[in-house]
């Protein structure tokens, strides 16, 4: 079965209502409508409803896997919900071949009265396995859940992170041709984390298709081929997981500018520009960027402070710069200014940025002009980098027997090619 | 191989475009699931018992006070019920359980969809699954209650004649009949939840409007009871199978039949056309 294992989506949408007791009416009329043999009016929207998901095209074939990312409310869990089968989509068609098992809460359908034992065969016979089927994999669950003495006590005692591993141990075990995963494993420590990967990838090599929702980039990064990028409701990007990302990076816009400060100073102008010297709001990691400041005095001022910070948009301030810790006084000052920085190596982890500039007094407290979140900056690599900034690195490596060293590599032309 | 393992297809309007394959589909369905029924009517034993001191005994208790219950409103006067075929307390027994076994199913099945709504909207499983399985907890129920019901044939010195073997068909009905209800009331609930505050009401009405606690009436206006009644004629046949061995409105009975499985099919159908959209809006 594994071998012929596919999924195949064409224009499917799906159309909720924001309205309860709308979504009831509009529920009986189109059942009605499509009981006596009217079509659906799907092309139009009523009062109150919106897309939840409009034309999503993607086919996978047996052992493929796709990464589901996008904004909360973007139709990732309504995309693994259709393709489960739970909800109907009202436009398009979904074709599925092979056994699905969907992970979309783990433990739904767990009697917190009963015991863990009877939970694992009335939740494995929910999930669609036979009594027999879950009698021989009985001792293998237990084994992954790791639930120990608590086997029989009901799960109502158990701890979240119990409650979890058991949800997910009879949930992996149904052994299906097409799994579908939609951000559960958020919720176990890195160990279960570890391991559920580790059994997802198991079920790759035996050819199961993946479909991976989470907002965990690592995880998602590692686990699948390819990814899909929704926004509201709609398939914006598809494809290499460079690609999906960086256009994930640029949609991720949570950081508002703003702007504050006497205005003695004024920073009139920000330019970036990449390593051909042409101004760019994307770069390449490791690519040399030089940032020019124009700054106008509105009076006279003396070693004024700029200061440059790189927000991340994962929520931390990746990098700053500033001249007076470099040493670099800017001296007195009374016409417009520009001032040049320029990085040679521009190693921040791909993502997009915002710039902070601030211009200060010398002591640093009276503040001239300071610029929020006012400039966008993505930077983009074909792989996936850990952490928050790539630290150029030389490796090297010999035998202890051996006086010089055998190998070199910096490792870090495969990166960047710089414009 | 499973039948879930071979390929399916989502498009809008699916069942309608069907037709009536469409019922070999649910068919089908049941039938994998038929564990599944078993198990959901475990888990909702046990659990309904499992933290309680008197268990299963709870199960007896019900019709116990209610028979007590009637009993004493009869000798007291208070609800005269004229001259039964058998010793009174037996005879509302009886009726009491069967009614019970009826009002049971009707109230878990209803109920069955909203709670299990996070497994509906969570998991690919028929929803139909929840509500026969509710039919299973009710049976549990009526078969504890032949415990107690043994005892008074004994005290009573009543001896059940052979007509008896009967009853099981007529509580298939009663079952079919509070399945299809279910399975329209359940959906209604699902939309507004004030099917489930209305139904105690609903079943404590209908009570007084079918011959649990009285025989069967005569006269008018009262016969309107038996005859517009669907329960009516299963509640009285049950009663009168089992305690004087002979059948009864051979008509309204029946009807009461048709009623029953035209109810199951409409219900079981519209159920399995909405299951999605509930999932969907809850």
């Known amino acids: 079965m594994r071998a012929s294992a596919a999924i195949e989506v064409r224009g499917m949408g799906k159309k909720f209502c924001r309205s309860l007791k709308r979504s009831a009416l509009y529920g009986v009329v189109d059942v009605a409508r499509g009981a006596i043999g009217l079509p659906l009016k799907t092309g139009d929207l009523r009062r109150d409803e919106f897309r939840a998901l409009d034309g999503i095209d993607f086919s996978l074939a047996a052992g493929e896997s796709l990464g589901v990312i996008g904004h909360n409310g973007a139709g990732k869990s309504t995309l693994l919900k259709v393709l489960s089968g739970i909800i109907e989509p009202d436009r398009g068609r979904v074709s599925i071949r092979g056994r699905v098992g969907a992970l979309i809460q783990l433990g739904a359908g767990f009697h917190p009265q009963l015991t863990g034992r009877e939970n694992i065969y009335v939740n494995g016979q929910i999930l669609g396995m036979g009594r027999r089927e879950i009698e021989a994999k009985f001792d293998r669950i237990l084994a992954f859940a790791e639930i120990g003495d608590f086997l029989d006590t009901p799960v109502k005692y158990y701890s979240s992170g119990m409650f979890v591993r058991l949800g997910f141990a009879v949930a992996a075990h149904l052994d299906p041709d097409i799994l579908l995963v939609d951000e559960v494993l958020s919720v176990g420590d890195m160990e279960f984390q570890a391991r559920c990967m580790a059994f997802m990838s198991t079920l790759r090599e035996r050819g199961t298709i993946l479909l991976f929702v989470s907002h965990n980039e690592e995880l998602v990064r590692r686990s699948c081929e390819r990814a899909m990028l929704l926004d509201h409701g709609r398939c914006v990007a598809l494809g290499s997981m460079g690609e999906v990302y960086a256009a994930y990076h640029r949609r991720v816009d949570w950081m508002p500018p703003s702007r504050s400060g006497n205005q003695r100073a004024e920073i009139d102008e920000v330019q970036i520009l990449n390593g051909a010297g042409q101004p760019a709001e994307t770069l390449r990691l490791g690519e040399t960027m030089t940032l020019r400041v124009r700054v106008i005095p509105h009076e006279p001022i003396e070693n004024p402070v700029l200061d440059v910070g790189f927000n991340c948009n994962r929520g931390y301030v990746a990098a700053a710069a500033n001249n007076q810790d470099c040493g670099f006084d800017l001296g ?88 | 191989m499973s039948p879930s393992t071979t390929q399916v297809e989502y498009f809008p309007n699916r069942q309608q475009q069907l037709g009536l394959r469409v019922w070999a589909e649910m068919f089908a369905e049941l039938r994998r699931h038929r564990g599944l029924v078993w198990q959901l009517c475990v888990r909702d034993v046990s659990a309904r018992y499992k933290q309680s001191v008197l268990g299963i005994a709870w199960a007896l208790l019900l019709p116990l006070t209610m028979m007590l219950l009637f009993t004493l409103l009869n000798r007291a006067r208070v609800l005269p019920i004229g001259p039964t075929p058998v010793p009174y ?19 878990l099945g209803t109920q069955s969809i909203v709670a299990n709504i996070s497994v509906l909207s969570q998991i690919k499983v028929p929803g139909e699954a929840f509500v026969f399985a509710s039919l299973g ?85 009262w016969c309107l009871v038996s005859i517009l009644n669907p329960l009516s004629p299963l509640i009285a046949n049950i009663r009168s199978l089992t305690l ?24 079981w159908r519209l159920f399995h056309l909405l299951e999605p959209k509930i999932a969907e809006r809850l």
């Open chain 1, 332 to 419: 007195p000052r009374t016409e417009p200014f520009w001032i040049e920085m320029r990085f040679p190596e521009l190693n921040l982890a791909p993502g997009g940025y915002r710039l902070t500039v601030q211009i200060m007094g010398a002591d640093r407290l009276e503040v001239y002009d300071w610029q929020r979140n006012q400039w966008p900056l993505y930077i983009e690599a074909d792989r996936y980098v850990r952490g928050a900034a790539h630290l150029p690195v030389e490796w090297a490596v010999r035998n202890d027997s051996q006086r010089r060293t055998e190998r070199k590599c910096s490792g870090h032309e495969s990166l960047s090619p710089s414009a």
């Open chain 2, 137 to 221: 907890q009710a049976l549990f129920e009526f078969l504890m209650g032949l415990v107690v019901l043994s005892g008074l044939f004994v005290w009573y010195g009543v001896v059940p004649g052979w007509p008896v073997v009967f009853v099981p068909l007529l509580l298939v009905v009663v079952l079919l009949t509070a399945a299809g209800l279910g399975f329209l009331l359940g959906l209604a609930n699902a939309a507004l939840r004030d099917v489930s505050n209305m139904l105690p009401m609903l079943t404590t009405l209908w009570l007084f409007a079918t011959p649990v606690i009285y025989p069967v009436p005569t006269s008018w206006p």
């Open chain 2, 244 to 267: 004087e061995g002979r059948w009864v409105m051979g008509c309204e009975l029946a009807a009461s039949v048709v009623f029953s499985i035209l109810t199951l099919l409409v219900g």
């Open chain 2, 89 to 107: 307390p037996l005879f509302v027994y009886v009726g009491l359980l069967s009614w019970q076994l009826f009002a049971k199913s009707l109230t």
